[in-house]
């Protein structure tokens, strides 16, 4: 399994320099980033393979009548809306040390009245580990013992030199700090969607931000914590107030890259509010038997040719069938 810091701790150090690429590996298919993480993290029969450590909440979704562009969508146009969330802490282990920083997650399912569903995902950091599925897999190859053992940081930190798509998530998780409650997390869609309005195509990436505001906690602070204490804050915080999320469609020109989630757009990208996202409660097992699958979207919405976005649906679906049946 991965320390505790580990993946912070090698980034420490690191020079970004210009060096010849190293190649990452080719044909990787959704079965080998599955047991890719099963090996990082170890073998847990019933648990996700990622994002293990979590907790569902619910409500509602309360979409803007004044976003304009994508009203005629079902999505928008039939009010309120039952939504089943889930947040967690990036890595396969059960049970993270929720005091260290690094990558928080949120899976939401939206409900229609015609039995649909809508889906999206996002993590706290806004460029992905990778342009495609085979540099992602060729970084978290990196962190994987040898035959004694032993993990060489160095071999990481020469792989996120040669690959510079990596470069922007390394430099974020260099920087992280632990996330004070979810409820105070902003979350990144990562891929680009499109939208049909009356037949022109509209470009943009979800982004949610959350109306208590951003709230990290410094290292000292975050070790006078529980190491499990977010699903203890989100529940208070539902109790002493309203714990809402901004959805929003972040709006790229015609020049963003379309199918490479490791490039964020310009931070001046005109954003449109779609809706909150109210929770009504969490603790539950409302979302254990739900795949989030960011691909599974309502009428109107299409998905990018994004590689990852892509290979996520396979390797969810993968992840999904081994935990129901107990694998």
């Not at 298919?29 to 993290?41: H, I, R």
């Not at 342009?131 to 996120?160: A, C, H, V, W």
């Not at 030199?161 to 470069?167: A, E, G, K, L, Y």
Request: proline share 7%; aromatic share 10%; net charge neutral.
């Amino acid at each position: 399994m991965i320390k505790p810091h580990f993946f912070t701790a090698i980034l420490i150090s690191i020079t970004f320099s210009n060096f010849a690429y190293a190649d990452p590996p080719s044909n990787i298919q959704a079965n080998d980033l599955v047991a890719l993480f099963e090996k990082l993290s170890g073998k847990h029969p019933g648990i996700r393979k990622a994002h293990a450590t979590g907790v569902c909440a619910s409500g509602r979704f309360e979409p803007n009548p004044q976003s304009t562009l994508f009203s005629a969508s079902p999505l928008l146009s039939q009010g309120s809306l039952p939504v089943i969330a889930r947040f967690s802490v990036g890595g396969g282990i059960p049970q993270a040390d929720e005091r260290n920083p690094g990558t928080r997650g949120m899976g939401v399912q939206i409900m229609l009245p015609d039995g649909a569903r809508h889906m999206f995902t996002g993590n706290n950091f806004p460029v992905f580990a990778g342009k495609d599925p085979e540099t992602f897999f060729g970084f978290l190859s990196t962190l994987l013992p040898d035959e004694n053992g032993q993990r060489d940081p160095q071999k990481t930190l020469d792989y996120i030199r040669d690959n510079p798509s990596v470069q922007a998530n390394a430099a974020w998780n260099k920087q992280a700090k632990t996330a004070y409650s979810y409820a105070n997390t902003e979350f990144f869609g990562l891929h680009t969607f499109f939208y049909n309005n009356a037949g022109k195509a509209i470009k943009f990436r979800w982004q949610i931000t959350p109306d208590l505001g951003v709230k990290t906690i410094d290292p000292q602070q975050a070790q006078q914590l529980p190491a499990s204490f977010l699903s203890d804050r989100l529940a208070k915080q539902l109790a002493d107030n309203e714990v809402s999320y901004t959805l929003r469609a972040v709006l790229g020109h015609e020049e963003d890259v379309i199918n490479d989630p490791s490039v964020q757009w310009p931070e001046d990208r005109e954003n449109v509010s779609l809706g909150r996202i109210v929770l009504q409660q969490s603790g539950d097992d409302s979302c254990t038997a739900i795949n989030f699958d960011p691909n599974v979207l309502s009428q109107g919405f299409s998905a990018s040719d994004d590689p990852v976005l892509r290979m996520r649906s396979a390797a969810y679906a993968i992840s999904f069938g081994k935990r129901l049946s107990g694998q």
